[in-house]
């Protein structure tokens, strides 16, 4: 059975693709005129006039944005979707640590919980690029100003 709401969450270190296999997810969910494709990445909040400005201060506050955005989707298009609607959210966030997959569990366990009847689906994800344990060509490959310290950090979690 197709679920109604399929949840992504793809998992890596900055630079190992998981915007890429984001788009690429989101072009093959697209395919079906009945489907609606959001992607959250706590990444996007840190772009001011079009620039990245990376504060790490910020991370914690952004994290959650994208967190209470998912939810406040996904409960949305629970409570307005017309008959045959899907809607795939994908997640792409580095979702390597427990503490930052947890939520998102949660909140699709709970949506099941009050849905019984909506099929749902929950999946990480990892990309499978050739260099994605490899922090020095995440660091080149990165879009982002990420630093061979992070990647090796985000490696190790």
């Known amino acids: 059975m197709t679920p109604v709401i399929r949840c992504i969450l793809l998992?890596?270190?900055?630079?190992?693709?998981?915007?890429?296999?984001?788009?690429?997810?989101?072009?093959?969910?697209?395919?079906?005129?009945?489907?609606?494709?959001?992607?959250?990445?706590v990444t996007d909040y840190f772009y001011r006039n079009g620039t990245y400005q990376f504060n790490r201060h910020k991370l914690s506050e952004f994290y959650s944005l994208c967190m209470m955005s998912f939810a406040v989707d996904t409960t949305s298009f629970l409570l307005n979707r017309a008959e045959g609607q899907t809607l795939t959210v994908i997640v792409d966030n580095q979702n390597i640590g427990h503490y930052a997959i947890r939520p998102y569990f949660h909140w699709m366990k709970s949506l099941q919980i009050s849905n019984q009847k909506v099929p749902m689906s929950f999946e990480l994800i990892e990309p499978e690029t050739d260099w994605r344990y490899n922090p020095e060509e995440c660091v080149r490959k990165s879009k982002h100003d990420t630093t061979h310290e992070i990647c090796q950090q985000a490696l190790l979690e």
């Open 11 to 41: 998992q890596g270190i900055p630079g190992s693709g998981k915007s890429t296999l984001a788009e690429k997810l989101k072009m093959e969910a697209d395919q079906n005129p009945n489907n609606k494709t959001i992607i959250y990445c």
